[in-house]
């Protein structure tokens, strides 16, 4: 059981190119999320699905894309990298229409735009 | 967009010190939950806290659920080397599962 994993753990991206950010988790969860971590700011929710098949937007949604793919898989896309997205992104997952549960985070993964 | 302040931005303390760190929000949460996190690792959840009013403790932790449902606070007994690291404070407001972190405590601890 592996719980919530992402890659890559670290990528350096030129201005204007485009990657694909994975998530996927082992725990049946319903709800998965995309936040960002930049210093002295705690974590900022990009994007988030609720359930299989929904997504929605966050605080801070401007720039990408996401798909949830399956159950177990919620992927972040930059189309076109810019230095401002230069930051940590974290992806969460939580069971979902159960009270006290709470998200489980996955190791991040570390971009660099330059 | 909705904002917790998390005070202090960071602590140098010396092994065996008490701990106290906290967060306000200008908003009513009804739910405070409170993470960890260590170089290169994503939050783990520490404390959980669903009612107004409400104590809990995780060993060494303790936190609290304030009366107005506006601010929560952590306090760390007896502090040891390994406690370093970032501690989180995050807040829902809705049935959403939309969480609102604070900024971090940086916690560094002197042996």
């Known amino acids: 059981n592996a719980g919530v994993t992402q890659t890559p753990k670290f990528q350096v991206l030129k201005t204007g190119q485009s990657m694909t950010l994975q998530c996927a988790q082992d725990m049946n969860h319903n709800s998965m999320y995309w936040y960002r971590q930049d210093p002295g700011m705690g974590l900022r929710l990009i994007y988030y699905?609720?359930?299989?098949?929904?997504?929605d937007k966050g605080e801070v949604p401007n720039g990408y894309n996401v798909s949830r793919l399956n159950k177990r898989e919620f992927s972040l896309r930059l189309e076109s990298a810019a230095p401002s997205q230069t930051s940590v992104y974290f992806c969460?997952?939580?069971?979902?229409?159960?009270?006290?549960?709470?998200?489980?985070f996955g190791p991040g993964t570390r971009l660099t735009v330059l | 967009g909705q904002q917790l302040n998390q005070s202090p931005q960071s602590m140098f303390i010396q092994e065996g010190e008490d701990v106290s760190m906290n967060c306000t929000s200008s908003s009513i949460f009804n739910t405070w939950l409170w993470y960890k996190q260590e170089p290169g690792e994503g939050p783990v959840l520490l404390i959980a806290?669903?009612?107004?009013?409400e104590l809990t403790s995780n060993g060494r932790l303790t936190a609290q659920f304030g009366i107005t449902r506006k601010d929560s606070f952590l306090n760390i007994s007896a502090s040891i080397p390994s406690d370093v690291g970032i501690y989180f404070c995050?807040?829902?407001?809705?049935?959403?599962?939309?969480?609102?972190f604070g900024s971090g405590t940086r916690l560094l601890v002197r042996p």
């Open positions: 806290l669903y009612k107004a009013g």
């Open positions: 995050a807040g829902r407001m809705d049935s959403s599962y939309k969480l609102i």
């Open positions: 699905s609720a359930s299989e098949g929904t997504t």
């Open positions: 969460a997952s939580i069971v979902g229409g159960l009270a006290y549960n709470e998200q489980f």
